[in-house]
């Protein structure tokens, strides 16, 4: 027996010996020292938007809420929606290094006036021997300034793992943005040019906040309002925002 135990001591160690000259490394799998590597991490943020009926949400938020583990009303909304009783909206999702933030836009650019040159008429010497009204030859307003939206989502984040590698500190700011129409502010009409000065109005989901969660878990962060037909918020709907972390090993 003991030329057994000592016959089987050699192989072991000649085999740790060829895997570590072969550049084998310590995982789940095979861990023949009893330890795990400390590999990097990243931290993989998805912010989900359901939207539902008011009522909908009021019953789902109805019991007292003991833990910041929300996986039970995800999947709660998740047979709402099976169901034709709730819609998701939009998934945005973004993977980031702990303590470095991260982006991902889903935009386009809108672009608007924000100033203008008012409109200019010309002096009486222009007007010599023409039999024409100065309005007639006025030049229109004319834009000088512009601003730059980002229309669609956008997602900001900014990660930091807690003990264990398994709490998440986040701190995130997922927005929506629609363009939902022009304010005419001023029409102009003469014989030589037609336009009108207007504004832009956007309409935001818009939520900045820091949360500590458990990783690979979900959590409710906010309830908005949804945009409605006619452009308003629509308060006979509501949107439940969940955020989910999982912290993810290099290499494995």
């Known amino acids: 027996m ?30 023949p020292l009893g330890e795990i590597n400390d590999l990097p991490k990243m931290v993989r943020v998805q912010v989900e938007w ?24 995800r999947d709660a909304c998740a047979k709402l929606v099976e169901g034709g009783e709730a819609t998701v909206l939009e998934t945005a999702m973004v993977l980031a290094r702990p303590g470095q933030k991260a982006t991902s836009e889903s935009i386009e650019e809108y672009m608007y006036p924000t100033e203008y040159e008012p409109a200019i008429c010309p ?8 039999d024409v009204e100065a309005s007639d030859l006025a030049t229109p307003p004319t834009p ?29 700011a997922p927005e929506i943005v629609y363009h939902v129409k022009n304010e005419v ?3 102009w009409r003469n014989k030589r040019a037609t336009m009108n000065v207007t504004t832009p109005t956007m309409y935001s989901l818009r ?46």
């Open 50 to 73: 359901i939207e539902m009926a008011h009522p909908t949400l009021t019953k789902l938020m109805r019991e007292h809420r003991k833990s910041a583990n929300d996986g039970d009303l």
């Open 185 to 187: 502010w001023l029409e």
């Open 123 to 130: 002096g009486n010497s222009d007007l010599v021997n023409v």
């Open 144 to 172: 000088t300034a512009f601003e730059t939206r980002n229309l669609g989502t956008t997602l900001e984040v900014e990660p930091n793992l807690g003990s264990n590698d398994k709490v998440i500190d986040l701190r995130f």
């Open 207 to 252: 939520l900045s906040t820091a949360v500590s969660m458990m990783g690979g878990e979900y959590l409710m962060v906010a309830a908005q309002s949804p945009k409605g037909v006619d452009k308003v918020p629509d308060h006979t709907r509501k949107l439940m925002v969940f955020v989910k972390c999982d912290v993810l090993t290099v290499g494995r």
């Open 2 to 31: 003991n030329v057994i135990v000592k016959t089987m001591g050699v192989s072991c160690a000649v085999l740790m010996a060829a895997l570590a000259s072969h550049g084998q490394e310590a995982d789940p799998d095979f861990d």
